[in-house]
């Protein structure tokens, strides 16, 4: 996008990470020209894969300096297109943050780099009898300084919240290449205003988070898993509220609609999941403690309040290896949908009760403009992950029939009291529809925090908004 | 404070709230010129009280327009000051904003108005078998926007957390007098920055926090309470962290040394609580849930974590009285010290095991300063609220022995890894201590977002920073 990146910059660049560390071959600049959300390409000028916070400080002076956009990449999982370099630039990989500093069994806190691995975190701290919860789909892969950017959740947020939960202190590069610590390593900070809580889902617009303090909780020992077969998606869904209007809280309350379920099935070879044409979706519902008669006791209460609703035979996973299977297509549905044609995946949310009128409300929208729409999600958080399938229209950003589709759809989920997302973040693809929930009043307001952290404008430029 | 408000602009402000909503006579100035901070009085020159969102719009647009200071007023039951207007000018007081506007049972969500009192919103809530936590020590005169202003904890927050993590989305006066709400009604939300955490906490100089959304939980059916003596002070602060590293989360943890603890049973009469002299401290520890035999098992199993600690005979709570007094020991600690000379309660936060360090430092600094000291409070959370005694010095602020005081424990809070405070806020009184914590750039960052949210710094000047 016409920035120019003088010989002489690469050569301080080059000083900064060592040669091995600077690409500017196409293959790596293709490489990290995209991430997971569609089929979009733009080409950085240059890669840099830094080491330690002190060389993402010395890099952002120049940038700063030189006006230089800057795109901070962890994992390239993300789908609002957050690690898509736009602008051109230079694209900051913290991949070689890999480091896992301190598991504080003392204090149950964890200080990490952020180019670390979100699963690879999890087991660390689970060795150790403790838990970090937030576990989106590709915790396999994502990293937790991506995680930090988009606010992630996953299946257990229901119980356990989101990152924002878990944070205590960031370490951050701002834009001008200052180096700060935003909170304190403990559980309760009243000390000025929480620019800890203002770094996370800030999409890496306003700094990179190189270090981060989580907060963890000990490890519950049990956990007990069921799978409930509903005859209608709207009772599916409905019955989600009615859960925890019953009193209980479980710890992942997962909905796929049989389409979504189908396709799925097929894709992981699933013998062990019944899954036939009398069902419209499963609940997955898991409830986790301490105290295996507790947990049984909570399941036949939920069992209990689903009663009233149209339900085939409710599955218990008996051991592991069911539950793997059980979670398999649930974890899958993303990666199965998408090789069938599926090509957006939207994070839409709302209240709870409003599932049903969410949901009806899509499939209305698909008859109408004929597409075809499968869901799944986190149904206990109201977050519905929602894609579309039309011939001929492998992405949607750019294309005005889609864009017009999806106005439709996001317009039902503001009415219905809900956002146009609730884990992804709006990055690239999102920010065209960020008006219809935001007022321009609030969006003033954040660009005036974007200015106040960026004056030159140089990170991530053009996410969330222009 | 040279503050001129002219007749002209009384004038429109009684056209705004009416003749019986405009305070100016000396009494009411007085009542509103000071909170439960100190002994600090500043006069505003004007007392305002309006009914509505729209009216405290009205009010501060013309305060904009006229660069009138308005200290945002909620209970006044504040301990850092915030509420008092040392700029003179205009007090807002959001009492008649006092109606709770939607209980919605289906999403486990409450909508209130934000001069609602904390108890009476958790009471109401609780009739539907819902449960708001928050539930600082004032709850029975505090408000929900001052809870919101200062991030409000109290006993419950171990277990279920601060304001902060109940709160969904707010509508917010901003002092230029535009009207916002800062996020949705949904429990996930990654839609731009968070404008809502941003405002929790942010002491009534960011807006006017005038309705507010929170998730709520369902009421646990079952609580369980006990009191553990210790014979020494370390030995009650390290079995704090020994409890959670054991895999337990009480719903409460709660410390009260001896001498807090004294004071307190004298004051409030207690004949029920053992209080012997061989007794350094106590921890009051709850734990709640769905399943009486599940807490019991957990009681037990952290009586057995606290074996190895020089403990007496502990003390089971048999019933709601018992429980009560056993509460109202805790809970009148600060009013009791308070009465017989201790001054100022700090608010003191540390990650947990560095609590013994944190008590012992303040010991050795009360012996070398010659002050007497008590200490009580969150010691689940490593939240410790420290109270000074030193005679012919009723207040802290101003002071300069009494400030080199506090800024040698303060100094120490940071270095064990915590901060100034925990739950209370900086508001004035704790604003000189604040470089301590923060570096001049977090500050810079701070004051940059406070202009954009307040170019004319009306809204609360001279409160967290200068």
């Known amino acids: ?104 069994e003392k204090n149950l806190q964890v200080t990490t780099e952020t180019g670390v691995i979100t699963e690879v975190l999890q087991d660390a701290v689970k060795e ?78 306003l700094g990179i988070v190189t270090k981060a303090v989580f907060k963890l909780i000990p490890y519950p020992k049990h956990d007990m898993l069921m799978l409930v077969p509903f005859h209608s998606l709207e009772g599916a869904s409905a019955a989600v509220s009615a859960i925890f209007r019953a009193g209980f809280t479980p710890s992942c309350l997962e909905l796929t609609e049989i389409d979504a379920l189908k396709i799925t099935s097929d894709f992981v070879g699933n013998t062990t999941v019944p899954v036939d044409d009398t069902i419209a979706a499963h609940l997955i519902i898991e409830v986790d403690g301490n105290d295996p008669e507790a947990l049984m006791k909570d399941m036949e209460g ?46 839409t949310v709302v209240p709870r009760a409003e599932l049903p009128a969410l949901i009806n409300g899509m499939k209305e929208l698909g008859k109408k403009h004929d597409f075809k729409v499968v869901c799944y999600g986190h149904a206990g958080d109201g977050n519905i992950h929602v894609r579309i399938n039309k011939e001929g229209f492998p992405n949607s950003y750019g294309h005005p029939e889609m864009e017009s589709i999806l106005t439709e759809l996001f317009k039902l989920v503001v009415e219905l009291g809900g956002t146009i997302s609730g884990e992804h973040g709006i990055g690239l693809t999102q920010k065209e529809y960020l008006l219809l929930k935001l007022d321009p009043i609030q969006l003033s307001l954040m660009r005036g925090i974007k200015k106040v952290f960026d004056p030159n404008n140089i990170l991530n430029p053009g996410k969330i908004f222009d």
């Not at 700063?64 to 297109?81: E, Y």
């Not at 035979?313 to 549905?333: C, G, N, P, S, V």
Request: charged residues 25%; aromatic residues 8%.
């Open 302 to 347: 939920i069992a209990t309040a689903l009663e009233p609703f149209d339900i085939g035979e409710i599955f218990f996973a008996e051991d592991t290896t069911q539950k793997e299977e059980l979670w398999k297509i649930r974890r899958r549905a993303a990666e199965a949908v998408k090789v069938v044609g599926y090509t957006i995946e939207e994070d």
């Open 1 to 104: 996008m016409g920035v120019t990146i003088t010989l002489e910059v690469l050569e301080q660049f080059t000083k900064i990470v060592g040669d091995n560390y600077i690409l500017t071959d196409n293959e790596s600049l293709a490489q990290y020209g995209k991430d997971e959300t569609e089929r979009l390409l733009y080409l950085p000028q240059v890669v840099l894969r830094p080491a330690t916070t002190e060389e993402i400080s010395a890099i952002l002076r120049i940038c700063n300096d030189q006006k230089i956009p800057v795109t901070p990449r962890a994992a390239g999982t993300g789908l609002s297109g957050g690690a898509i370099p736009t602008h051109g630039g230079v694209v900051l990989s913290i991949d070689r943050l890999n480091k896992i500093i301190d598991i504080d």
């Open 128 to 205: 150790k009898g403790l838990f970090y919860p937030p576990d989106p789909s590709s915790k396999g892969s994502c990293f937790i300084g991506g995680n930090i950017a988009e606010n992630s959740g996953g299946p257990k947020a229901v119980k356990y919240g989101k990152v924002k939960d878990y944070v205590l202190n960031l370490e951050v590069v701002l834009p001008t290449g200052e180096i700060i610590w935003t909170g304190a390593n403990v559980l309760k900070n009243s000390t000025g205003y929480n620019l800890t809580q203002l770094m996370v889902g800030s999409e890496g617009t």
